[in-house]
């Protein structure tokens, strides 16, 4: 199967602690995108690169969050000094540059910070 | 910012019957929306798109249709299956990607 994947799809840490997650997209796919998803919400737009070019990261929810593509194929997201209120979702999602419209989505890694 | 709306967070539908989902937005900028379906466990999946200069696409059982001048935008099933019960969430791009809440859509046999 050669569609996105997210390690580990589920992460319990203590808050105050660093964790990092991992993001596999699509092969050919040179956009590479990260959501955030809150219970009864829809998901929301974090950051996105191009290849390894971070394109946009004005909508990360605090300097506390960081994202990479060192060569531009597998990311990361790491948040640090993790609170309680980072306990959400996180999606991770491809696309071809020019069919960005259509991203497809990764099942996600479920945080939660006790 | 609640830029793109779905106010009803559910749906029960019968096999064989008409789903409608609906979704609002504010943005004149957005100029590409999406439905997405997303089950348990499971990322969204991309189901179907329409873009600005078009008021209606269809694919299969799946029609979406466009209402610029009410900022309005609809997803039409029929015939509904039990297989279709997920929650669908509308999307809206412009320089990025907004998401409605979702609407859990249950197709009853």
């Known amino acids: 199967d050669t569609g996105v994947s997210q390690n580990p799809r589920h992460k319990i840490t203590k808050r105050g602690q660093n964790v990092t997650f991992r993001c596999d997209p699509i092969?050919?796919?040179?956009?590479l995108y990260w959501y955030r998803q809150t219970l009864g919400q829809g998901p929301e737009f974090l950051t996105y690169?191009?290849?390894?070019?971070?394109?946009?990261k004005s909508r990360l929810l605090s300097d506390r969050f960081s994202a990479e593509r060192p060569k531009g194929s597998f990311s990361t997201l790491e948040i640090q000094r993790t609170e309680q209120g980072d306990s959400a979702m996180y999606l991770c999602?491809?696309?071809?540059?020019?069919?960005?419209?259509?991203?497809?989505f990764g099942p996600g890694t479920r945080l939660t910070v006790t | 910012d609640q830029q793109v709306k779905q106010n009803s967070p559910s749906l029960s539908v019968q096999e064989g019957r008409i789903s409608i989902l609906n979704c609002d937005y504010t943005?004149?900028?957005?100029?590409?929306f999406l439905w997405y379906k997303k089950y348990p466990a499971e990322g969204p999946t991309f189901l179907i798109s329409?873009?600005?200069?078009?008021d209606k696409n269809e694919d299969g059982r799946f029609t979406v249709f466009l209402n610029k001048s009410a900022k309005h935008l609809s997803l039409h099933i029929v015939p509904s299956q039990p297989g279709d019960s997920a929650v669908y969430f509308c999307?809206?791009?412009?320089?990025?990607?907004?998401f409605g809440a979702g609407t859990r859509l249950t197709v009853k046999p």
């Open positions: 943005n004149s900028m957005f100029d590409y």
């Open positions: 999307a809206a791009s412009a320089l990025d990607m907004r």
């Open positions: 690169f191009q290849n390894e070019a971070q394109l946009e």
């Open positions: 329409i873009s600005s200069i078009k």
């Open positions: 999602a491809s696309s071809l540059a020019g069919a960005d419209y259509e991203q497809y």
């Open positions: 092969s050919e796919h040179n956009r």
